[in-house]
């Protein structure tokens, strides 16, 4: 089956589908989180971790491994029940999210949680860890390909863009950095809080390739993560927060608000329903 | 206009020679950083900004923020040859006890409107003083000069969006690009790849000149006057260590390289405010 | 006294060397630096060993985020650059990428406290070492000369976590031989002379002048101990309170703010564990200015004679508290 | 109890404020539903400037601003207000005499659940050691909205932290508006033993305190809501009395109101003296009420450590009289 396969990306939305539900149900638990950004980002999540990364669940410290780093630390979420659905730790602990003991933490945390690469939550700090790994992966001549998902809110931070000249004076193509362009930041609308736009130019200025795509489409998805460049890659993956869910999406309280039983229910079969 | 720009040039002359003999003075400072931008402040401060030197913290006046304040001597020269402070007050640069310190100081120096010297916060500086001017429905400019090499720092990019976001038509940047940071070259360091593209991109009204041609200086900033509702970029080609032959394009002249270098610069530079008698004072050759 | 002959030299020039030495013997060295190599002196790793050298630009924020990425993949990296940069302008990057993972980054910076003199204000570090030391799992050290930094490089290298290590612009004196390179422990401080009356507990630069005090003092019949607290953190907390314990009063004598750096740390210790009377030598919460870096100490209270007269101080409240 | 959100309360004051004083101006970093700015947002529209999640810039900005004559209000969360933008706070705020005021809110745990990245226990302590900053932590919705004013009256550089929950109320407006920066307030003046506290953590010193009093044990209770300048005089009237000091904060035990009491009685009267908070170390995730649990900041972990440590000094004291 090769990726781009229609048997694979069939597969893909069934991991999708239910990993939205697990996002749900968790936060719902943990009565916590952030929805909307988690949401967002859940297709790209699904077919890095089931499609694309070279990973190893058994060894989740493999040297060789791929790496991925959830910049928005915030959307974690959606990295957990990926990392729980692929075997890195039972899914037994996605009941316990932010709880003290759990393994969980409110924000991404290697010390704890198997499969992490790294730590974050701040937002901002992770395409820089990114580059470090990336440097460090043509220094020890490994193969592996590291993967910084960002939020567009956090590119107003001035560390973003130290990153990115960063990224493209070392050439860096074994990097791929995402912005999961759901157009929503906590404020407001990215429009309105900073201007984001023309954002391709502006990569495309700091020396980056860029690739622009509908990041809810499967095929999309994997044929940009797919495709080879000379430098460092980007990929603007056009989102909605709180997707899949019809009353979540693009609605910016749901960036950090938990549903409550009823809501929770409606959601699970809106996502039930969906085919 | 010709008249205006005889008077910038001879001011330029005068600070290359005060800024190199500050520097040998003291035996430590900037002097590369210092002289690419003094065709800049020679032109703002002699020329295009409403300033008032007997009171320094007149409410109307037009503000200036050196980024790049390790460029501190030339801005110093500028302030005293315009009356701010006596002239012998540039024999103790960087002295306990002097009024002038390493780097620009707002408490320590009339006429400097702003504290820097840690690279990539002038321009967020810049961007609070015009908004404040919009606030009060006041009509001042505020210039800022940055270095090349502080385009590195992500500041500066979080103030490039902000400055866009709010239309800062008042705000008048100059990229002072020597092409030369404190390690190498700007491809050397850190790439930046085409840096009037990336303020284009970023939201900004970009002018691209030479920054030693005091007549292209003075009409960008006239362009920049005529054009609202952005923040300007004037990106200004420069070299390194200008007017003293031995420091320009020499990477190593960020700092001190030799003493007495330093010295033989002088006496050349000396005779260039010569030729300006009719608007300079020879005697403050000190 | 062979040691004290040899020329002063600044301690930046100990980590440049240092830094070679172990990239020579150890390919995981990386450095990460910020465009100030020739001041740092990190410039003689980028000649050596270029491949393992990464000038990320004046960006001090994202050097500790890309090193934090280098530590991830097993390599160690130093990042290099100036005190007040590393703390401040990066100091959440520090807390989150390096300090909360527990990444295996070594930050090692010149022109610490007052020794860039007459750059300004702006370029004294003279805050960072009780920001660094304010965040849980960051060790901070300060060496007060050119083998000692060698010593510390070395064993922040065998060291696995996060380490703050702190230099000088400006020339100090040799207090230790080679030897020491050795014996050094991180968080172990040295005893470098004992004395009954009074305890001088100093760090990095001020070690020289505590030295040159206690010499002072003895001419006037005041026995002073002095103890060299090259590690801020974790501090050697059994030496203090045996000094104190020992000699019932304490100066601390450090070229940083008094707030939250040595003094503080001393001051912690003894208010919990043995209070006797003390002084706090450093710059008074206040910022300094431009000038050379001797007058600078004399101007704001860090000479040889303001540790004197505080020793002499608190050795009389002693006396009268008894 | 009564109860009230301090970061509403702050909302409310910078309203009250910006009527007052047009001078008041407010930066914000994506936050201003969370931080309560918004109300402030609503009221003076021109006055209110939205950055982007883009703190350095926004403390810089604010300097330029206070240099043109405005009294800027930063607001952001504490983590990124104090140590995302600490050279920018030295360089462009303290070194230039900005007059900024800088508000961190959800200073210490209470950011609970979201975990270490976004609780907040070294701001405190990285503000203070910058020259000339002024650093503040009310401990309850009345006493800051004293401090806003308070701060907003002084011409200088400011830290304050604030809270996000529902605390307790603990002063009048009459009794908060007599608060100065640079002073503490006695809420309970004992004998035994002397508990001081910021933030959250005096009401819980309240409580300790009558835990203690069941006990026999005679407790003050001190208001240390300004770190920097402190009450020395307080600290050292406390120190002479009871003999006997425990600090307790929602902070790292290093670098800010332990720390700030140790040096003051180590070189001014040197006491017994215990320091309460976090033992250096980060947090995690957890519910804000687990947190304060599992680091021993609770009432009665409070008076358990006061008692134990009363009971060394008493035996201590007792070695010293026998010799």
């Known amino acids: 089956m090769t990726a781009v396969d229609p048997a694979n990306v069939d597969r893909l939305r069934t991991i999708a589908r239910e990993l939205r539900k697990r996002v749900l149900r968790m936060i719902h638990a943990a009565k916590s989180g952030h929805p909307g950004g988690s949401l967002s980002a859940a297709d790209v999540v699904t077919v890095l971790y089931f499609s694309v990364m070279r990973i190893d669940p058994e060894d989740p410290d493999w040297a060789e491994r791929d790496r991925f780093i959830l910049s928005k630390g915030h959307a974690c979420p959606a990295l957990y029940c990926a990392l729980a659905m692929r075997g890195y730790f039972g899914l037994e602990h996605l009941k316990h999210l932010r709880e003290i003991g759990g393994i969980l933490q409110g924000h991404p945390d290697m010390r704890k949680t198997p499969g992490i690469d790294y730590t974050s939550g701040s937002l901002g700090q992770g395409l820089s860890v990114g580059v470090g790994m990336a440097m460090a992966g043509r220094l020890t001549k490994r193969e592996y390909r590291v993967f910084v998902l960002l939020g567009d809110g956090e590119l107003d931070e001035g560390q973003i863009w130290e990153a990115a000249m960063c990224a493209s004076k070392y050439r860096l193509r074994n990097l791929t950095a995402i912005i999961d362009y759901n157009h929503l930041q906590l404020d407001g609308g990215t429009e309105e809080i900073m201007p984001l736009e023309p954002l391709a130019a502006k990569w495309n200025a700091f020396g980056w390739e860029v690739i622009e795509i509908d990041g809810h489409e499967m095929l999309q998805i994997l044929e940009a993560l797919q495709r080879e460049t000379n430098g460092p890659k980007l990929i603007v993956a056009q989102t909605i927060k709180g997707k899949g869910v019809s009353y979540m999406e693009n609605v910016c309280d749901w960036h950090g608000r938990a549903p409550n039983d009823e809501e929770l229910t409606l959601a699970l079969t809106e996502l039930g329903a969906q085919v | 206009m010709e008249q205006g720009i005889r008077r910038t040039i001879a001011y330029a002359a005068q600070m290359r020679y005060d800024v190199v003999r500050m520097i040998e003075n003291v035996k430590s400072g900037h002097p590369g950083g210092s002289l690419s931008c003094v065709d800049i402040l020679a032109c703002l401060y002699f020329d295009v900004m409403r300033i008032c030197p007997d009171e320094p913290d007149w409410p109307g006046r037009d503000r200036f923020v050196l980024s790049k304040g390790h460029a501190a001597p030339a801005l110093y020269a500028a302030l005293a040859r315009r009356g701010y402070f006596p002239a012998t007050e540039l024999g103790k640069l960087r002295q306990i006890g002097g009024i002038l310190e390493g780097h620009p100081d707002h408490n320590h120096t009339p006429g400097v409107d702003a504290t820097t010297g840690c690279l990539g916060e002038g321009l967020s500086i810049g961007i609070g003083m015009a908004l404040a001017a ?153 | 006294m062979k040691v004290a002959n040899r020329a002063p030299i600044a301690t930046r020039d100990g980590f440049g060397q240092a830094l070679c030495e172990i990239g020579a013997t150890d390919e995981r060295i990386v450095c990460v630096e910020a465009d100030i190599s020739k001041s740092t002196r990190s410039c003689l790793f980028a000649q050596h060993f270029p491949s393992r050298f990464f000038n990320v630009g004046v960006a001090e924020q994202n050097a500790i985020g890309v090193a934090a990425g280098i530590a991830s993949c097993g390599l160690i990296p130093f990042v290099s650059t100036y005190a007040v940069f590393a703390s401040m302008r990066a100091c959440e990057q520090v807390r989150t990428t390096v300090a909360y993972p527990r990444a295996n980054v070594k930050i090692c910076v010149s022109h610490g406290g007052l020794t860039p003199g007459n750059d300004g204000v702006t370029h004294q570090g003279t805050e960072d070492m009780g920001l660094m030391r304010t965040i849980p799992n960051m060790v901070v050290i300060m060496p007060c000369d050119f083998t000692q930094m060698r010593a510390a490089v070395f064993a922040a290298a065998k060291y696995d976590g996060p380490v703050y290590i702190r230099g000088t612009r400006d020339a100090m004196p040799h207090l230790y031989d080679e030897e020491i390179t050795d014996r050094y422990t991180i968080g172990r401080a040295i005893r470098l002379k004992d004395g009954g009356d009074v305890a001088i507990v100093a760090i990095g630069d001020m070690v020289s002048h505590a030295l040159r005090a206690a010499r002072e003092l003895a001419g006037s019949g005041l026995e002073a101990m002095v103890i060299d607290m090259h590690t801020l953190k974790p501090l050697d907390e059994n030496i203090v309170v045996q000094a104190a314990l020992q000699t019932g009063a304490v100066v601390t004598v450090e070229d940083h703010n008094i707030l939250n750096g040595l003094g503080s740390a001393v001051a912690e210790v003894l208010a919990e564990r043995a209070p006797v009377p003390m002084r706090r030598i450093g710059l008074r919460d206040t910022f300094a200015e431009s000038g050379p870096y001797p007058a600078l100490l004399a101007k704001y209270g860090l000479a040889v004679a303001d540790i004197v007269d505080a020793a002499r101080a608190v050795v009389g409240r002693k006396e009268r508290s008894k | 109890m009564k109860t009230y959100s301090m970061r509403r309360m702050y909302g409310e004051a910078l309203v009250e404020l910006g009527a007052s004083n047009r001078r008041v101006v407010i930066l914000e970093a994506d936050l201003a539903d969370a931080t309560k700015t918004c109300f402030f947002r609503k009221h003076f529209p021109e006055r209110f400037f939205e950055v982007g999640i883009a703190e350095q810039n926004m403390v810089s900005m604010a300097a330029g601003l206070s240099l043109c004559g405005k009294i800027p209000f930063v607001t952001g969360l504490a983590v990124f207000v104090s140590l995302r933008v600490c050279e920018q706070v030295r360089t462009s705020v303290a070194l230039t005499r900005a007059n900024v005021k800088i508000v961190g809110a959800y200073g210490g745990l209470c950011t609970a659940e979201n975990g270490p990245t976004h609780q907040c226990i070294a701001d405190l302590g990285v503000m203070r050691p910058i020259p000339r900053m002024t650093v503040i932590a009310p401990a309850d919705a009345v006493s800051c909205r004293a401090m806003v004013f308070a701060a907003a009256r002084y011409d200088g550089p400011v830290y304050m932290r604030i809270l996000r929950d529902n605390e307790p109320v603990l002063y009048s407006t009459q009794t908060a508006s007599r608060f100065e920066i640079g002073k503490g307030h006695r809420l309970v003046e004992g004998t035994d033993v002397t508990l001081m506290a910021h933030g959250l953590m005096v009401s819980t010193c309240l409580d300790a305190a009558e835990l203690l009093s069941e006990q026999g044990i005679s407790a003050s209770v001190v208001d240390m809501y300004s770190l920097k300048p402190i009450d020395v005089e307080l600290i050292l009237e406390e120190a002479r009395r009871t003999g006997a000091i425990v600090t307790v904060e929602e902070h790292n035990v290093i670098g800010a109101l332990g720390s700030a009491v140790a040096e003051v009685l180590a070189q001014e009267y040197p006491t017994a003296l215990l320091c309460l908070g976090l033992k250096d170390e980060f947090g995690v995730s957890g519910s804000h009420s687990d947190l304060l649990e599992e680091f021993c900041l609770t009432s009665h972990h409070i008076a358990d450590a006061a008692e134990s440590m009363l009971i060394q000094v008493k035996n201590e004291r007792g070695h010293t009289e026998i010799a």
Request: aromatic share 10%; hydrophobic share 40%.
């Open chain 2, 134 to 286: 919009r606030l009060d429905h006041a009509d001042y400019y505020v210039y800022v000069v940055l270095g090349d090499g502080e385009t590195n720092e992500g500041q500066i990019w979080e103030a490039a969006q902000v400055g866009a976001h709010y239309g800062l038509g008042h705000l008048v940047v100059f990229l002072d690009l020597n092409n030369l940071q404190f390690d190498g070259t700007l491809d050397e360091v850190l790439r930046p790849w085409d840096l009037s593209a990336k303020w284009k991109t970023f939201g900004w009204d970009v002018q691209d000149i030479d920054g030693h041609d005091h007549r292209q200086i003075l009409r960008a900033v006239s362009k920049a006057k005529n054009r609202k509702n952005r923040p300007h970029m004037v990106i200004c080609q420069t070299t390194k260590g200008k007017g003293a032959p031995v420091m320009e394009n020499q990477c190593a002249w960020h700092s001190i390289v030799n003493l007495q270098q330093m010295n033989d610069c002088l006496p050349k530079l000396a005779q260039e405010i010569r030729r300006y008698e009719d608007i300079l004072n020879a005697a403050d050759v000190w």
